[in-house]
């Protein structure tokens, strides 16, 4: 089955700096590609996806491609805010297969 | 459009006890999965349905199960809960898997 790896937390930063958290996955398909947020007491909600080899998904701000040769999306973002402060999933997922989280990398932004 | 509704929010239940938990998907998605969230375990696959029918499990017990109806809510079930069963438990529904899901804010269950 598929698998997730993704970076240990907690990322420290402060605001405006640069982010990025990886995650490389194990697939024995070709699965779609997701980030998913999840806030303080809240369920998680999808930032971005990528289908295909070499799409960029995008949203916000937060930016992901599709690394089919290295089996990684990682996650970047130019300039962060206090309000990114949260949990981010990484997750693959074949067709219509379970989504497959990563531990989450807990990402702090200080002012 | 309304996002998916999960209740109750809040659940205190004492061990030996069952409980069902519920979730209403957007409409229009047929696919819902559950998922329980600890804080050592992290995110971990219930199962998933999709018109009624499971599609996928888990490696969960058989003390937990599910159910989905024609409208496509759905619920979950758990039967003489256990300490370790406390978590937040997240139900996502989806229209096609490309799409990705959407989660409900889910339902935190604390056995005592």
């Known amino acids: 089955g598929n698998s997730v790896t993704q970076m240990e937390g907690p990322v420290t930063l402060s605001e405006e700096a640069f982010l990025t958290i990886n995650c490389t996955y194990t697939?024995?398909?070709?699965?779609?590609l997701f980030w998913y947020v999840q806030y303080p007491g809240e369920g998680l909600q999808l930032l971005l996806k990528?289908?295909?080899?070499?799409d960029k998904g995008s949203n916000k701000g937060f930016e992901a491609t599709y690394r089919k040769e290295t089996t990684s999306f990682h996650l970047e973002k130019g300039s962060v805010q206090v309000s990114d402060s949260a949990v981010y999933f990484c997750a693959p997922q074949e067709g219509f297969q379970k989504l497959v989280f990563g531990t989450g990398t807990r990402l702090l932004v200080s002012p | 459009k309304a996002g998916v509704t999960q209740t109750p929010r809040y659940l205190i239940k004492t061990r030996g006890q069952q409980v069902t938990l519920s979730c209403s998907p957007i409409s229009g998605h047929r696919s819902v999965s559950w998922y329980q969230q600890t804080p050592g375990q992290g995110l971990q696959f219930l199962f998933e349905y999709f018109s009624e029918t499971q599609r996928n499990k888990g490696n969960f017990p058989g003390r937990f199960s599910g159910r989905q109806f024609s409208n496509s809510r759905s619920e979950m079930n758990v039967s003489t809960l256990e300490l370790g069963d406390s978590a937040l438990y997240l139900c996502?529904?989806?229209?096609?898997?490309?799409?990705?899901?959407?989660f409900g804010s889910g339902t935190r269950l604390t056995v005592v």
């Open positions: 996502a529904s989806s229209l096609e898997p490309t799409d990705g899901y959407t």
């Open positions: 990528a289908t295909k080899a070499d």
């Open positions: 697939a024995t398909g070709y699965p779609s």
